[in-house]
């Protein structure tokens, strides 16, 4: 994968900012896989797209991961510190699908499945209408007394489906010694890192322009080691 241009990382950041977690997402997949199409970036699982976004993150910032996250008992903070090999699993294919007891069948959420729910902040409502997108047999799930253990079941079976899609952290507190899970969001964790990135870039656009007057997309265009370059002319002067 070859690093993106500086003006379509921030091009990307600044479509996203008030965005939706899946809006960031089909845009950071866009950025990995910029060739695609938009229906297939629509149509990814989500697995599948998490594991686009590692690479990405791997490509941008190192293959290296630092985390501070508090301790659910004790609400100190928990240094963590791994590699995106560690986290990698498997992720569903196109076309993939699995099955139940009974014959039930179900593809991968995607990210089209996400946005057709977005409007439910429910996630009692939310879960049933993402579970009958995503069954294939005609008629949807069965209904009371049985549809929660069948929901339960499928959520069960989509989960071994599409591994990359839910990736968990195990804790220990150095404090307290309190053992936790934490689920590990590509999305979120890439998101907040490139944040940062064009944050500190537009501030290097903004003290280069002030001194010699160039457009953005000039600044943009010099390489890392030039634009530092200006920066410590600037510094200096």
Not at 102 to 130: C, M, N, Y
């Amino acid at each position: 994968m070859h690093p993106p241009e500086p003006r379509d990382l921030l091009s990307a950041w600044e479509r996203g900012l008030g965005g939706a977690p899946v809006v960031r997402g089909l845009l950071l997949l866009g950025l990995a896989a910029p060739g695609a199409a938009r229906e297939d970036l629509l149509n990814a699982s989500i697995g599948h797209r998490d594991a686009w976004l590692l690479s990405l993150r791997e490509c941008l910032f190192g293959s290296r991961v630092e985390c501070l996250l508090p301790c659910p008992a004790c609400a100190e903070g928990i240094e963590l510190s791994f590699d995106i090999a560690d986290v990698r699993a498997p992720h569903a294919l196109p076309g993939q699908v699995c099955t139940l007891a009974g014959g039930q069948r179900l593809r991968a959420p995607t990210s089209a499945d996400l946005l057709a729910i977005g409007h439910l902040t429910d996630a009692t409502q939310a879960e049933p209408q993402l579970l009958a997108r995503c069954h294939l047999n005609t008629g949807g799930g069965p209904d009371a007394p049985s549809a929660g253990e069948w929901a339960s079941a499928a959520g069960k079976a989509l989960g071994r489906l599409d591994e990359q899609a839910e990736v968990v952290l195990a804790l220990e507190c150095p404090a307290c010694a309190h053992r936790a899970s934490q689920p590990f969001d590509i999305l979120a964790h890439l998101w907040v890192e490139l944040d940062h990135w064009a944050r500190g870039m537009l501030r290097q656009v903004h003290a280069i322009a002030s001194r010699y007057g160039w457009s953005e997309a000039n600044i943009l265009a010099l390489s890392t080691a030039r634009r530092q370059a200006y920066l410590d002319l600037i510094g200096a002067g």
